[in-house]
């Protein structure tokens, strides 16, 4: 299989200690964004809210932090990254629930966490797949 440039650019990019040590910066910073976000009073988000539909906007989230975490902890099973992630999730909707948080917990945004989850692990697994199939 040939690959084109940005695929070798990216691939490369990748492949420097840097680069990965940048990505797993970029995670971190991107879940504990996700957190505070999620426990936060309400009334301290107010005027924040740019997606009007909270799945969605679970979605987006956990879609984010799946790609992020793959691209950044690259030999770490796909898998383990979801079940992680997914428990995270859980994890969120647990300290909402709790009182003095003051927020409310949902289990349907725990469900649309990991739905965002298992896009992205289902399509980097068939992607991967596919690659190998074609050797």
């Known amino acids: ?59 987006i989230a956990f879609f984010t932090l799946t790609l992020l975490a793959a691209t950044a902890f690259p030999s770490t099973p796909l898998l383990l990254i979801g079940v992680l992630l997914s428990a995270f999730g859980a994890l969120i909707e647990v300290v909402q629930g709790l009182d003095f948080v003051g927020r409310d917990e949902d289990f349907f945004d725990w469900v649309a966490d990991t739905i965002a989850i298992g896009a992205v692990v289902v399509s980097m697994l068939v992607a991967r797949w596919r690659l190998v199939s074609e050797r």
């Open 1 to 59: 299989m040939k690959l084109s440039t940005p695929e070798k650019f990216i691939l490369d990019l990748l492949g420097h200690r840097g680069t990965l040590r940048l990505l797993r910066i970029g995670f971190m910073v991107a879940a504990l964004a996700v957190f505070s976000a999620a426990v936060a009073p309400e009334s301290q988000l107010h005027g924040v809210d740019f997606i009007p539909w909270d799945k969605a906007a679970h979605f």
